[in-house]
């Protein structure tokens, strides 16, 4: 059930990117009552998510599209506009895990990895922002991950792209601050969508509450995030972990 006050009614939301999480913030964000567009590059996903949004009555325009490249991602958001109007709320879920040992990473697996990560946010952001700063009114919500404050070995790669979503939302709080716009950064731990095999039991005894996080432990949270309640809230790094940043 939604509170009153967290409603998004009315609202248009830009859900992007292809995280087994994302069809579980869909369904959050729909039953709040927001209409979304769906940007990706795998139509499978897209199929799932608009399908939990059609659930609850709301509209869905899906839009593949290569989130790395500029054109696409500029089209992409031109399309939402022209099918669902002006957008209110951008969600970024575009991380992809990759471990490997730093000596054996490629260049081009460097580059990939930030390219999914770091650059398609940074294409999102721009691009949204751009009819938000207009309006002088808009949330953005990124999708991120507890390693963005902390290490883990032979995740460097991937470590530094998470690291760098943390510093581009400081930034760009304060960049937004007197316009109107809020900005914070989810930071999910160990999760486990549908279909997905649960953590080994050697992770598990790591998470305080012993278990892997559900899509619905997002849910309520970005949808807070995503509502006009959170008009006092910017630049904040939220992490949905289980506890484990707790441990030295």
């Not at 470590?159 to 979503?165: D, E, N, P, V």
């Not at 943390?166 to 930071?187: F, M, P």
């Not at 892997?212 to 008009?231: F, H, M, N, R, W």
Request: aromatic share 6%; proline share 5%; with cysteine.
């Amino acid at each position: 059930m939604i509170l009153e006050e967290f409603k998004l009614e009315g609202k248009v939301a830009l859900l992007a990117g292809d995280n087994p999480l994302g069809p579980g913030l869909a369904s959050a964000l729909a039953e709040a009552g927001a209409d979304l567009a769906l940007v990706g590059g795998d139509a499978g996903v897209l199929e799932t998510e608009a399908a939990e949004v059609r659930r609850w009555g709301r509209k869905a325009v899906l839009v593949p599209a290569d989130l790395a490249r500029g054109r696409a991602v500029a089209a992409a958001v031109k399309k939402a506009l022209s099918q669902l109007g002006p957008i209110d709320i951008l969600v970024t879920n575009t991380a992809q895990g990759f471990a490997k040992p730093l000596g054996t990473v490629t260049e081009r697996e460097w580059n990939r990895v930030l390219e999914a990560n770091l650059k398609s946010v940074f294409l999102l952001t721009r691009e949204v922002s751009r009819t938000m700063l207009e309006r002088r009114k808009g949330r953005v919500v990124i999708i991120a991950s507890a390693l963005s404050v902390r290490g883990l070995p032979n995740s460097a790669v991937y470590c530094a792209s998470m690291a760098a979503l943390h510093g581009l939302t400081d930034a760009l709080a304060l960049e937004w601050a007197q316009v109107g716009i809020r900005i914070n950064l989810v930071g999910p731990g160990w999760f486990q969508a549908p279909g997905q095999e649960p953590p080994p039991e050697q992770v598990l005894r790591w998470i305080p509450l012993r278990r892997a996080g559900k899509p619905e432990d997002l849910g309520a949270l970005v949808v807070y995030l995503a509502s006009d309640s959170c008009d006092y809230m910017t630049g904040k790094a939220i992490f949905v972990d289980g506890g484990v940043l707790c441990r030295i």
